[in-house]
């Protein structure tokens, strides 16, 4: 489950444990929260986040020959629209919820089989597997530098983005089969209506509640922790050699003029730090948050200790959605070759030529979502 609305029918009802000790912020403060995150911030958000991802895509676009980095980071910026779109349709059924508009309870509990068990959290884990695979390259890539060639190819780019869809697609059809819809006949208001029921499979909660579990573990926890460990440990490795490579650039600089080891080692470790602080600010707390819940015996994903945790939620949401946002201006303020090419794709610097500059490590933060891709050869990106 990426997101937090993975069952719409229950984004805005909990079942507290014990009132009294449930309620220990006030209503009022809660429900201001989450309007403001899921009313306010999220729809911001959007629109922000589908403009910026749409200048990825026309960068991605004016780029020629595509490189393997291409092909990972357009499927991250694929995920990220998705994500965002999905964040839209939270918003409204949000508001569908809290103020009966613009969406009937009926219209809710259609959408609720597909939309809420299955597509709201298909896009996250996608992203989440695609940057586990491009941290765990990188990694690689500091480690063994001269045997990355062989792997990082255009060919396992595109299997590796093929099985980033279908796995986690995959794993979630079960979540197809937890309720069923059928129209029953109102005595109250003489009319049909829709109810959601759950079907013999979504009854048994021990095999359910192990779908589930599983399910986060591998398109949630193993991502997000592995991401961090790898991106960690990638940038102390940056770190530590840094001093190592500016003594041999500056020994190789009469020799091979063109290599700027200095300028590319500067941007690599910034743009290692910003990725790593990114991720961390956005994907860890919601990722503790769902292991609290999960661990904890007298908690699950619909029953809260208290509503403390329907304020945590939507702020974890917000940072999610946050991740799925700043791919761009990443892209701008971390790698000389992409800034070049969006100056040029807005006319900033017309008249200045593409300079034949080794590329820095261009990455990507998407639902998603952080990550780390090696340019292999000068002018690859």
Sequence with gaps: MNTNATCVENITSFQPLDRSDYLILQVETVRLIRNICYLGITPFLVIVGLILNSLCFMLFCRIGNRSSTVIMLFAITVTDVFTLVNGGINSVFYASQTYEVPLTKNQQRLTAPIYSTYLNSLPGRIGNFIIFLISLERLFCVLEPLKIRMYSTKRNSYIAVCVAFI????????????????KVYSNITSQFTTVLRATSYGKDKDLTNA???????????????GVTVASSITAMLVLLNAKRRLVMAKASIQSRPESQTMNIESQVTRMLLVVTTVFVLCQLPG?????????????????????????????????????????????????????????QMFNWSSSEKMKSTPCTYPMSNSHTNSSFIPDHKEGDF
């Design 167 to 182: 796995l986690p697609a995959s794993s979630g059809i079960p979540n197809l089969f937890l309720y069923t819809t059928e």
């Design 211 to 225: 779908v589930y579990i599983t399910q986060e573990i591998l398109w949630r926890y193993i991502p997000v922790i």
């Design 287 to 343: 990722t503790i948050l769902r292991m609290i819940i999960n661990i904890h015996p007298d908690m699950n994903p619909m029953r809260y200790l208290n509503n403390v945790y329907e304020v945590a939620f939507p702020i974890t949401y917000v940072m999610l959605l946050i991740n799925s946002v700043v791919n761009f201006i990443i892209y701008y303020n971390t790698s000389t070759t992409y800034r070049t090419k969006i100056r």
